[in-house]
């Protein structure tokens, strides 16, 4: 009924004949197979990342990262990994429920999960980087920068970058902001070091 499922068919068919391999289908019906059902309509809002270009240079400035805290099989920077579902080699869904500390963390979260990110820092005395945009209306500003425009204690360094062009690299969501469209507003690396604070 759909062209390109049937492509998919055809291309499965030949490579099963030309390698000798013999498929079996079994049709199980919707009510019996609920679970795989409702994985399969999952979408990711917020499936979208950093090129890779942009992770080396950060990587080669602060790095090098052990582990990657908000990623997916498709675009995580390192062999190890979180993800928000679970993935093909992911050490973690969820990643707030692993402790970040003795390891140097790479940051990119979903804008409405970067204030949790910080206290997650903060409260494991972890270190790592950041990736957000300069958004100074947003809930997480004033847990980056003070009133008087200072560096919070647990962030060692800012880098600011004004032209963000080729920086996001879309995912599955072609309606995110980021990605798809040329986003204008700056971006920051914020390098985060909460090993010897001793209160937020």
Known sequence: ?????????IS???????????????????????????????????DWG????FYTFINDLWGPYTVDRF????????????????NVNTEA???FTQNWSDENNWIVPPIYLVLRAIKHVIACKAKGTLIVPKWISATYW???FNKNMNYRDYI???????????????????????????FIAPLLAVKLDATRITRP
């Open 50 to 53: 950093v090129s890779e270009f």
């Open 71 to 86: 990623a997916s099989s498709r675009n995580a920077k390192l062999e190890r990994f979180n993800s928000l579902f679970w």
């Open 156 to 182: 060692s360094d800012v880098i600011e970058f004004e032209n963000t062009s080729g920086i996001f690299v879309s995912g599955s969501n072609r309606k995110s902001i980021f990605g798809t469209e040329p």
């Open 93 to 95: 869904v969820d990643c």
């Open 12 to 46: 499965i068919f030949s490579i099963c004949l030309q390698k000798g391999i013999s498929i079996n289908i079994q049709w199980i019906p919707r009510g019996e197979n609920s679970k795989a059902d409702y994985i399969s309509k999952i979408i990711d809002y917020e």
């Open 1 to 9: 009924m759909k062209g390109n499922l049937q492509d998919i068919a």
């Open 142 to 144: 004033p847990f980056i």
